[in-house]
């Protein structure tokens, strides 16, 4: 926990003692090994042939806390007609050291069958305990990809020529918490005399690799890749530069400045066999500013035609959570719960989850877990929502720190009550004596069963309230409690994009049994469907809570280690303490 400390200039500053947040995070490098673009399924099948099946993608599952379904973490680019493709998507998952024989994750391989990437099948998956694959090592694990087929209608079609597919490489690392990256531009100069006529233009790109931790160069795939580039056209008449990149440097070399790194230069026309790589250092890229790396040719000897240079490498901060709560930062808060009609829905969630005649609902569970896990950082005024289906007014309220939960469960069943007098219950006020909403069965008789709620209102009414404190050191950290029955995702997409551009961080927390998958879709890495628009950074995370019962039941199925409540904490945290430095470093760079 955070612990405020008076100095004598009458200032306070926060410092972090034990921060309630994940502490081990673990890099997981992919690649594909024997790829068969020959392997097909079924004469009868046009799509599933070898003709179309032009290039390969792999996406990483796993089961986060609370969760007994597999969730999808992340999905590598796509890469097109290589026997061996490596993967420069980072891989990372963030967990306790002690929860890594709890963890299950589960990488499919896909089929693309379009040079857009429009359609795909899935091949065949691999699963593999997480500390498993940190217990491997720099050797990794080469694991056989089982291939899947799929089952068709018509029982005459008869499958030819099933071959194993291929086999899967993983190496995972331990990063280390390192609090600066590298600001680096590579470019291309050609190093032969100039020529007097006109040379012919090439599309160039570069990958970086780093050397295993333990310096083995005979075990497969001894380099791990890090970044590959966009592409720039190289005449060699004059020095072309790619865009600038920022790397952590723990992703660079973990820290080990003497760590080996390899360039290796690549021909777009000529994917498979790079026209030279150079070996250098960190250490040598940021003392020697202007470095110039002479390409080598995959036969020993230097290439007379273009060499690497680096006109730019410098170390930039990247100050943790707690260095902008010492700096004055405020963490404010801001609740939002869903009183829409599918949350009476019994037949989706077994029980009416508002329903509080019957004891604490879970949404109570969930408020209760929530803001006991902010109130000792957070600070000021909270605002609370209630929103719901399009005829449900929305109602709003205001309450300061003081008595904080009870006030925000005080607002819960006020809102509560307008919710169910909107919806036709014959809802009756407050009981002075039991305090609880004396709400009649004939609420849940009521109340459709196929309404579902509206998210893009209430996260426009954010965007307004935080767009007016935009000048102010703050930092809102929004709680949406739904039961994931969404109607409007395309429409709260275009709010998120602007939501990323302001100091928010949107933690969706899920209850009931219903499907979250419209919430994971809002979580994940995403396009605007219609104007194809990315958000500048990511903001929103999802916690598969369900109800008290059914999480602290889920912790244990999956044989965590960490106690429930600590869990809960940490999936708060973490990916605050990735989100809130990344709106400083974009929006705040003077701090």
């Known amino acids: 926990m955070s612990t405020m400390v008076s100095h004598g200039d009458g200032q306070a500053e926060v410092y972090q003692q034990t921060w309630p947040a994940y502490e081990t995070t673990v890099e997981i490098f992919v690649a594909l090994r024997n790829v068969d673009y020959h392997f097909s399924v079924s004469d009868s099948c046009p799509v599933k042939t070898s003709r179309n099946t032009i290039a390969r993608k792999v996406v990483a599952y796993l089961k986060p806390p609370g969760s007994l379904e597999w969730v999808e973490k992340c999905t590598t680019e796509t890469i097109f007609r290589e026997k061996s493709p490596v993967f420069s998507t980072k891989l990372c998952f963030q967990c306790e050291s002690l929860d890594a024989g709890a963890i299950l994750i589960k990488f499919e391989i896909h089929d693309v069958f379009h040079k857009e990437a429009v359609h795909s099948a899935l091949l065949g998956s691999v699963e593999v305990k997480l500390d498993t694959l940190i217990n491997a090592g720099s050797t990794g694990l080469e694991l056989q990809i089982f291939p899947l087929i799929e089952p068709y209608k018509q029982k005459t079609r008869r499958y030819r020529n099933i071959i194993q597919p291929g086999r899967l490489f993983l190496r995972a690392e331990l990063l280390k918490m390192l609090d600066y990256a590298v600001l680096l531009k590579l470019g291309l100069r050609r190093s032969s ?11 160039y790109y570069f990958e970086i690799y ?74 040598k890229m940021l003392i020697e500013r202007e470095l110039v790396i002479p390409i080598s040719r995959l036969d020993g000897k ?12 410098h170390e930039v901060p990247l100050h943790p959570f707690h260095y902008y709560l010492n700096k004055g930062l405020t963490l404010r808060r801001i609740y939002a719960t869903d009183y829409s009609s599918s949350n009476w829905n019994v037949q989706l969630h077994r029980r009416p989850l508002h329903d509080i005649d019957s004891g604490r609902t879970p949404y109570e569970e969930a408020i209760i877990m929530a803001a006991g896990a902010i109130i000792d950082v957070a600070q000021g005024d909270s605002v609370f929502f209630g929103f719901g289906n399009t005829q449900m007014e929305q109602y709003i309220a205001t309450f300061s720190q003081e008595n904080h939960i009870r006030s925000l469960l005080s607002n819960y069943k006020e809102a509560l009550y307008g919710a169910q007098v909107a919806m036709g219950g014959s ?140 869990l809960f904490r940490k999936e708060i945290f973490t990916p605050l303490r990735e989100q809130l430095p990344g709106f400083m470093r974009i929006f705040r760079t003077a701090i």
């Open 193 to 203: 005399p100039k020529c007097f006529f006109r040379p012919p233009v090439f599309p």
């Open 210 to 283: 780093k050397l295993n931790d333990q310096t083995l160069f005979e075990i497969p795939h001894p380099y791990t890749l890090i970044h590959r580039s966009e592409l720039i056209n190289h005449a060699g008449g004059e020095d072309d530069c790619w865009n600038y990149i920022v790397l952590p440097v723990s992703r660079i070399c973990n820290g080990d400045m003497g760590r080996v790194i390899k360039l290796e230069v690549y021909q777009a026309d000529h994917p498979n066999i790079p026209k030279g790589f150079a070996l250098t250092t960190l250490r």
């Open 302 to 313: 230097l290439s007379n035609k273009i060499c690497l240079y680096a006109p730019l490498c």
């Open 427 to 566: 809802a009756q006020p407050m009981d002075n004596n039991t305090n609880r909403i004396q709400s009649a069965a004939t609420i849940n008789r009521a109340v459709g069963t196929k309404s579902m709620s509206c998210l893009t209102p209430v996260l426009n009414d954010i965007a307004s309230l935080i767009s007016l404190r935009a000048e102010s050191f703050d930092y809102h950290i929004v709680f949406i409690f739904t039961d994931g029955q969404i109607s409007d995702v395309e429409s709260s997409m275009q709010v998120i994009l602007n939501l990323a551009k302001l100091p928010v961080s949107i933690i969706l927390i899920g209850i009931g049994m219903g499907d979250l998958h419209q919430l994971l879709t809002l979580e994940r890495d995403w396009a605007h469907p219609t104007t194809g628009e990315f958000p500048c950074r990511k903001i929103v995370h999802v916690i598969h809570f369900r109800s008290l019962v059914e999480w602290d039941s889920a912790i244990k199925i999956l044989h965590y280690r960490s106690p429930p409540a600590d």
